[in-house]
């Protein structure tokens, strides 16, 4: 069966909701591929012939991949296929080698439409030279029209008798009108130009629909895997269990996600995050399925099934987010819904009355109804949302921004406000050692290695990230951490040991009140260090401090222009973070952030976003965990640093793969640029009806031109919506 375009079928079904609930609990789900179902009309003709079923819990409606999931309880299932079969569309076992079917199936009818329209041309060149009998013109027009004509039919009889007004329906009427009156050559003209639309727009919107299942070919179908006997062997990729090592070449894609354990690559992590510079990568670091071994072989250990890849997961996600509808999508809809009728009740109107108000003859009034006829399907108007969304959300996704429905990538163009989670959003989100210094200026070289070793020591023996860091600094200049013994940790304050008997301490402010005074000049030390927005770790042996360290999460180096891009969007950037208000204070300075504030709890944010609410829409970036309130307050949640994060996937309206905050700058341009593309095309496609109408009833419109009017105004709404693919790229 061919790849039927939208066109086919365009009034709407009724809403279904943005995210469908879970299946019915005890039920049996049969997932069926209907190759004709790519529209919202083949939904509800779907909805009617099986929602009144007995036993029938729920339809799902997988448009983009065409698929029906039927979820009942103890229903015949070959009853359910005939219900379908009787709407005109033959339902499939669901079988993933099908896929590229449809895009080869049609090609042998295209000699049969070259011959129809030869066969029309010379019905009307016959016609209009008066070159042969009066019955010759009728001849080749039946042959033309039996030739591509009769599927039209059918489809249009099928849709008639559901009570549907779709093009078929209209064609149909239209056609079989002109053959009464005596339009024969015209009639058989109209549904070969009819059909060859269709058969160029079916391609053109097969570019929107298939963009993201592209992403199915990134992953290779096999593995190298090693055996039980150690050697390496091709085995394909969806029966690879997790834990399995995997070998990987100069120049392979990675079929699994997994860790690194042996090599250093170079990977095009591209298909996965959008960025297009390769990524060096080394022993524990994470690697993606779909990813590209640039240079060097390596080996790795896989951490998920085939199924649940990330790239897996990011296929799902978008397929979920395409088959919702936008907020201008369902208004079209239903817009839809009453125009097509209205119009086709105008156009019987102009049969009957256009004789007595104009005073035309009786044919001439039908014809100009058949016309409108031609004109009233909404075919243009209902493709040109779609067909937009679907191509910015596939655009988004190639660039590393994964969006969770259409509402989103509209709305997002409202945003007025973003407020930023500082660690990990707008800092690296892993504290460094910044500074260090002996508190005795006379301190030799000696004596400050001494103290460098003496702090490693302690830190080495805590968990705490402040600790942590001050011990990687240490390895990294190649500091031998010193033995201690009997360590003790003092939680919210720092760790305490002995050195050769000797009582030693590292911690914060805390701490050091617990062994003795600060003085003057300590103080001024720290206070200098606290304004700059850094954490303090103080080195002390007795009840004399040694040693001050400064820490701080450095911001990260594409923050700045972030935000510089955002300004530049018109969109006020705000800082909520639970760290201390100087650090706070310090990195939103750095950033060039609008305003921040600190030493906030989680209610405390979603209040602040609570607060800002009715001043705009406003957006929340943060991890997709720790700042859920505010998360799932915001008019869009944003969640960074998304690729392997199963929440992060899950909890955001909004994902950015790579973690680079720039992509919200991308996200804000792809989202105004989808709402001009949707403006546009509903401009083009309504301003095109408006124009013929008006020329049909003046009697200056041909079924021609009507054929022209519709179909081509939905050549140019697809063209114009798919330049949107290319959009995002940064």
Not at 327 to 346: C, K, L, S
Not at 371 to 397: D, E, M
Not at 701 to 722: E, P, Q, R, Y
Request: charged share 25%.
């Amino acid at each position: 069966m061919t790849e039927r375009s939208c066109c086919s079928s365009c009034t709407a079904p009724p809403l279904a909701p943005e995210r469908p609930s879970a299946p019915p609990p005890d039920a049996r789900s049969l997932r069926l591929r209907i190759e004709a179902m790519d529209c919202p009309t083949e939904e509800a003709l779907l909805r009617r012939a099986l929602g009144g079923m007995p036993g029938i819990e729920r339809l799902d409606f997988d448009l983009i991949g065409r698929v029906l999931t039927v979820h009942h309880r103890d229903v015949d299932e070959e009853a359910i296929r005939r219900r379908i079969a009787s709407t005109g569309m033959t339902p499939e076992a669901l079988d993933p080698a099908r896929r590229s079917e449809a895009a080869s199936g049609g090609e042998e009818r295209w000699w049969k439409l070259g011959i129809a329209a030869l066969v029309a041309l010379a019905a009307e060149a016959s016609e209009w030279l008066e070159l042969a009998t009066p019955w010759l013109p009728a001849l080749l027009a039946l042959v033309a029209i039996a030739m591509v004509g009769l599927p039209t039919w059918k489809k249009g009889f099928i849709a008639l008798r559901h009570r549907t007004l779709n093009i078929n329906a209209l064609m149909s009427v239209a056609v079989t009108g002109a053959l009464l009156i005596g339009h024969w050559a015209e009639a058989a003209m109209v549904i070969v130009l009819f059909t060859l639309a269709e058969r160029i727009e079916a391609r053109s919107l097969g570019r929107a629909r298939h963009a993201i299942r592209e992403l199915l070919s990134l992953a290779p179908e096999q593995a190298t895997v090693e055996q039980a006997d150690g050697r390496y062997a091709l085995q394909p990729a969806a029966a690879v269990p997790t834990g399995s090592r995997v070998r990987v070449r100069p120049g392979e894609r990675i079929a699994l996600d997994g860790e690194i354990e042996l090599g250093h690559p170079a990977l095009d992590e591209s298909p996965i995050t959008g960025e297009s510079l390769p990524v060096d990568k080394a022993p524990g670091d994470t690697v993606f399925a779909g990813t590209v071994n640039r240079d060097g072989e390596f080996t790795y250990r896989t951490t998920r099934a085939a199924a649940d890849t990330t790239l897996a997961r990011i296929i799902h996600a978008v397929e979920q987010a395409q088959a919702s509808r936008a907020p201008t999508q369902r208004f079209i809809d239903r817009f839809a819904a009453v125009y097509t009728p209205a119009v086709f009740a105008v156009a019987v109107f102009t049969a009957l009355l256009a004789p007595w108000l104009l005073g035309v003859a009786w044919l001439e009034g039908i014809y100009r109804a058949l016309v409108l006829l031609v004109i009233a399907c909404p075919c243009a108007l209902v493709i040109s949302t779609p067909v937009t969304i679907v191509s910015g959300l596939s655009a988004a996704a190639r660039a590393g921004i994964l969006i969770k429905g259409g509402t989103f990538l509209e709305q997002g163009r409202r945003l007025r406000t973003l407020a930023f989670d500082k660690t990990g959003t707008l800092t690296r989100g892993e504290p460094t050692q910044c500074h260090w210094q002996p508190l005795e200026a006379a301190a030799g070289e000696a004596e400050r290695r001494r103290l460098r070793s003496l702090a490693a020591g302690l830190a080495e023996r805590s968990g705490h990230p402040v600790s942590r860091a001050l011990a990687r600094a240490a390895r990294e200049e190649s500091i031998e951490a010193l033995e201690i013994e009997a360590l003790n940790e003092r939680p919210g304050r720092g760790v305490t040991a002995r050195v050769e008997g000797r009582p030693v301490w590292l911690g914060n402010r805390r701490l050091l009140a617990g062994f003795t005074d600060l003085d003057e000049g300590l103080e001024a030390r720290l206070a200098e260090r606290e304004a700059r927005g850094e954490t303090l770790v103080i080195l002390g042996e007795g009840d004399r401090p040694l040693a001050l360290f400064a820490v701080s999460d450095p911001l990260k180096p594409e923050s700045r222009e972030a935000i510089a891009d955002l300004h530049e969007l018109g969109v006020t950037t705000l800082m909520l973070s639970g760290d201390n208000p100087a650090s706070v204070a310090a990195i939103a300075a750095d950033a060039g952030i609008d305003e921040a504030h600190g030493a906030l709890l989680p209610e405390e944010k979603l209040a602040m976003i609570e607060a800002r609410a009715g001043a705009g829409a406003i957006g929340m970036v943060g991890d997709g965990i720790n700042d859920a309130p505010a998360l799932a307050r915001a008019d869009i949640g944003f969640a960074m640093g998304a690729a392997g994060s199963d929440a992060a996937i899950e909890t955001a309206d909004v994902a950015l793969m790579d973690d680079d905050p720039r992509r919200l700058a991308t996200f804000l341009r792809l989202s105004r640029a989808t709402r001009s593309v949707l403006v546009q095309n509903i401009v083009l496609a309504l301003g095109i009806k408006a124009v013929f109408m008006g020329l049909a009833f003046s009697g200056h419109a041909t079924l021609w031109m009507a054929v022209f009017a519709d179909m081509g105004a939905s050549l140019i709404v697809v063209a114009n919506g798919l330049r949107l693919l290319s959009a995002a790229r940064a």
